[in-house]
């Protein structure tokens, strides 16, 4: 295995797509994506000069992402990630976790002081994020609206 972690650039989005597209049709997800809604997704979220993401090679094998955009906050700026996936095949290395660690590295080159995002809770992500210190906000409430048209 020769691993390669880099910046994201539009060269990946076609890759990425197909990761994402096929890493969360498996459990505990069982979501259908399909190719171009992976790949509208992905692009919508890196189309922005806050966008940012890493992806990791294996030679030429896309096998890991994460993507998210950077925001000011007071005096600060923080990374909300928006995706994160690593191949199946790839799970279970300590993969994600380099990933991370890499992210977190490129957030303090650029001053990025807090990272934050959103995960299910009690599935295997919720522990993943917390053993990578991450920890619940107990001061804040995520919430939702499902809007019917008539």
């Known amino acids: ?3 390669c972690f880099k910046n994201m650039d539009k060269k990946d989005l076609d890759k990425a797509a197909k990761l994402f597209q096929v ?3 498996q459990a505990p997800w069982n979501e259908n994506w399909t190719y171009q809604q992976s790949f509208e997704r992905l692009s919508e979220i890196m189309s922005t000069h806050s966008s940012i993401g890493y992806v990791i090679y294996d030679n030429e094998l896309l096998i890991g992402m994460l993507l998210g955009r950077v925001l000011p906050y007071l005096d600060d700026y923080e990374l909300i990630i928006e995706e994160v996936c690593i191949a199946q095949g790839y799970q279970g290395q300590n993969l994600g976790s380099r990933l991370l660690d890499y992210t977190k590295q490129q957030c303090l080159q650029k001053n990025i ?5 959103n995960t299910i809770r009690g599935f295997l992500s919720d522990v993943f994020y917390q053993k990578n210190g991450f920890y619940e906000k107990t001061d804040i409430v995520c919430m939702g609206c499902q809007l019917e048209g008539e």
């Open 1 to 3: 295995m020769k691993l």
């Open 23 to 25: 890493a969360f049709q």
């Open 113 to 117: 002081t807090h990272i934050s995002l």
